[in-house]
């Protein structure tokens, strides 16, 4: 053992000297080519001063950044994250100042922008030289991730050798959209998965079965989602087996008089209360787990990016951003991701300069902050959360819960098909080939379930096509004036919330509160994607279509009559519930599955789906789904977006869930996997099966069902 030690101690040593090496050639070059940046004093020193100059300084440098570093972090993670990640490059610059400074030589000396250059370059060369040296050696690349795990789990109790699990989230990737990529070989790790050969001929991975063909070790279900296809009643549903009473992303409550928006930390928290409460249990990650960049805690002990806990008080218990520090105290990571960042900013700029100039369309507006949004979402919350669930699966986590939400900012302005989102299946793919690699030196065997809350369907804005919004629409058919100039109304995407939280700024939907003292004579409109609801707050119950109809003849055939609107769902005195659409169609819910009748374009469970939405208290007077053309699966969003999701219609209800063969399948072959809330008992009866610790089950959620 004290030679294991010994050999171990003297390879780590070799790897120092090796990056402390690296690090100092690196000085000398930057030193021969940036004008404000020299190791000589100015009457010139000899060659060999100049190297012992570079040599001290790369030293001292490397000293203050394992030293000091995560100190400065710790201290900064009192301002904003993304503000914390700004400052990466003046931090590590003021560290090569002061090393400079403190060189006997003396005769080293930077301009400060220049420093902030130097010390990228070299911190960047350092973690490429000292990734590559250790990946050659197994123990040392070991040692390496497990600095990345959770220093609280020293000292407790043994591992289990039961399986562990992680669900990683790849939110907005539709069930075709994946096997699309795989086909494509975009996602090489997901097709060697599968053991599937893409069209280029390429087989990913080395894994063959006896006929010559890939060995699959995954198989991809999809599944159904509810009428409210978002990640906030997807994500909800999936964790903590409830999502009762979500109609919409954003929707308007009466008893209250408040907007609840999925994505607000506030409307986060009472969500989630709410779904305990129903269900009689912390949630699927109750027993030893893990939640990293989700709305909703799911119950985890351990909870880092959680936007529910984003507003309480920071503690040791509900460290929201805790996953930060975890990450930037390493300034090679610091550095790597602000470089990323910035170069996400620069793509993003010419990829929509070009769409511009293509004249493309469909097309929203993608200026503004939103190329600063995409970068987080795409670089700072990919690389937080899946070293985060590196640290879960080093310290040897029963179950962890992540969500990456990459694809679905980009999708939602760019399309859900396209060279900028193949782009980002590309890297979340990279994502789980690190994965992969990180559970072969975890000390417990580990399951990856990958699946997601949703998909995304193109097509225009309803603006676009139309020259007006839903709003617009309806005040025409209350008889209230119309603005010349529509409101656009803003993107609901769950990476805005992200950077909020991160910013600790409140998440604010303007001009959606509408307390009691408001105008209460004009309706509440709010759009979900492609799904509108329209409330008037003046009335304390959920109106029927005999009260609308007194009260404003026109507004309904107006609805229901505009091409650009699929189906109505309101309240009826003598049928309990209808659906409405065009040329007068009146449909009563208990007649769907004979007469589905405008509905009949947005194929089999929307009767289903419709009528379980109906029986929400908090379900809007009116709920209006955009027209779908089955043909290209196109709907028209409401909002701002050319790749939505919401409602009902095409790509965005068919989601996907990718699990090993070593579990069970999720439904038998003649069954359909229908609703989050279903995925949820799903994922529960995998948990169990490990032999683990047990998920506490207290009233199963399906005896809750409404």
Known sequence: MRGVRWRRAVSQVGRSVAVWAVSTLTMLVLAGILPDFRLQSADGDSGTTIAMTAAVGAGVFGVLSAVAWPLLVRLLLLVPALVLGLLVFFLNGSLLLLALRLNPSGQSEAAPETAVIVAAVMSAVASATGGALAVRDDDAYRRR?????????????????????????????????????????????????????PETGRVPGRIWGRAGSPRPSHRLTSWRTDWSSQTGASQLGILHGSNHDVPAFRWYEKDTGEVMVCNRPTSAAELQRRAVERTGDGGLLSADGASRGNLFSGGADEQALVLSIATRRRSRETRSRAGYFAYFSDPANAVRTALSFVAEVVRETVQSTRARLRKERPRVGRGGLYPFVRAFATVVERDVVVAAVTGDMLAGRTAVYADLVAYDEVAHHSGPLGRDTEQVLGRLDRALALLENVAEHAPRPYRIVVLSDHGQSPGETFHARYGLTLGDLVRAGCGLPVPRRAERTHSGAEARAAVR??????????????????RRSEPVVLASGNLGLISFPDVPHRMSKEEIDARHPGLLTTLADHPGVGFLLVRSEEHGGVVLGPFGAEIPLAELDRRPGPLAAFGPG?????????????????????????????????????????????????????????????????????????VHRVLRRWLRESNGPQIPLGTAPEEHAA
């Open 145 to 197: 991730l497990y600095r990345l795990a959770d220093r609280r789990r020293r000292g407790g109790p043994a591992c289990p050798a039961t399986p562990g699990t992680v669900f990683l989230q790849l939110d907005g990737v539709g069930h075709d959209v994946l096997s699309l990529a795989v086909r494509k070989g975009l996602m090489p790790t997901v097709a060697k998965w599968l053991g599937t050969v």
């Open 501 to 518: 939280a991160a910013l600790r700024r409140p998440v604010e939907e303007g001009g959606e509160r509408y307390g009691r003292s408001g």
């Open 606 to 678: 929307a009767a289903d789906a419709v009528r379980r939405t109906h029986a929400f208290p908090h379900t809007a007077d009116i709920m209006v789904n955009s027209f779908h053309d089955p043909a290209d699966g196109e709907v028209l969003a409401f909002e701002e977006q050319i790749g939505s999701h919401g409602g009902l219609g095409g790509a965005q209800g068919r989601p996907f869930l990718l699990s090993p063969l070593g579990l069970s399948a999720p439904v038998e072959d003649d069954e359909e996997l229908v609703g989050a809330e279903h």
